[in-house]
């Protein structure tokens, strides 16, 4: 019988497979249980896992504690978590200074229940007023600044939204009117709730992770609209009352603006895993 079939080392003093074992649960000067403690879940995974448990598909609104749950994780993103350097975007600001102003889109994930794209604006580039059908979108600054105007639809019962001369007109609530400059909370906004129309102006070159669940999607009638915003007092002169209430626009849509260029490029930061 050779030493091979008895089990044994040639010295005979501890079996071939018991060898094999301890060499493979020591390689690298580490045990194997060390090693595995090491490979900790990135942010990125971390934040994909939960997106999959909290987005259940078109026509659902995540409930508020699932809200709650990942604002909180994306307030604790930094632009690292997802492959960027602050360097590039001192980089764009000189193209900016250029006159380049696409926007850029890395897609990092998408499926029927939702999506996560990292949008990168060069200083004064605009995503112009837009809506998110049936959507619930998460927005997280991870550098730069910028302006966010967003608006949701008055609702139909208010006296004002009787009649403007020209009928293309529907009313609107202003929700936000405000500069956000990383670091800085995540936004969510709602079908009906939150700002579901924005409007982005980079007044410095901005990098922004949006989570939309569900995504955008043609063949299921949630195709993007762009409007342009009109004063309310172009149609009526404001009463007192009005003055002291909500700010109001008259929101008009549009053909998406020929100047608006925007470009997807690959997504090369940490990956994830669907499994
Ligand atoms: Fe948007």
């Known amino acids: 019988m050779g030493a091979g079939a008895a089990g044994l080392d040639v010295a005979g003093a501890v079996p071939a497979k018991r060898r094999r074992a301890l060499a493979a649960k020591t390689r690298g000067g580490r045990p194997r249980q060390a090693r595995r403690r090491a490979q900790r879940p990135t942010a990125l995974q971390r934040l994909f896992r939960?997106?999959?448990?909290v987005f259940k598909g078109p026509g659902t609104v995540p409930a508020p504690p699932k809200v709650a749950l990942l604002r909180a994780m994306l307030d604790r993103m930094r632009l690292e978590d997802v492959g960027l350097s602050p360097h590039r975007f001192i980089r764009t600001r000189d193209n900016a200074a250029q006159g380049n102003l696409t926007i850029t889109?890395?897609?990092?994930?998408?499926?029927?229940?939702?999506?996560?794209?990292?949008?990168?604006?060069?200083?004064n580039a605009v995503i112009p007023l837009h809506n998110h059908p049936g959507m619930t979108v998460f927005s997280k600054p991870l550098i730069g600044s910028m302006h966010v105007k967003s608006y949701d639809w008055a609702d139909p019962d208010y006296p004002a939204a009787l009649s403007p001369d020209d009928q293309q007109l529907r009313l609107a609530e202003l929700v936000v009117d405000d500069v956000f400059t990383a670091p800085c909370d995540t936004s969510v906004l709602y079908p009906t709730a939150g700002g579901n129309m924005h409007q982005f102006t980079a007044i410095a070159p901005c990098a922004i992770l949006d989570i939309l669940g569900p995504p955008y999607s043609i063949e299921e009638d949630r195709d993007c609209t762009y409007y342009a915003d009109?004063?309310?007092?172009?149609?009526?002169?404001?009463?007192?009352?009005?003055?002291?209430?909500?700010?109001?626009?008259?929101?008009?849509?549009?053909?998406?603006?020929?100047?608006?260029?925007?470009?997807?490029?690959?997504?090369?930061?940490?990956?994830?895993?669907?499994?």
């Open 230 to 275: 009109v004063p309310y007092s172009s149609q009526h002169p404001m009463t007192d009352n009005e003055q002291e209430g909500p700010r109001l626009a008259w929101l008009k849509e549009v053909e998406m603006p020929g100047d608006l260029e925007m470009c997807t490029v690959l997504y090369t930061g940490p990956p994830i895993s669907d499994r």
């Open 50 to 53: 939960a997106c999959r448990a």
């Open 105 to 123: 889109q890395r897609i990092i994930y998408k499926s029927n229940n939702f999506s996560m794209v990292i949008f990168h604006l060069p200083q």
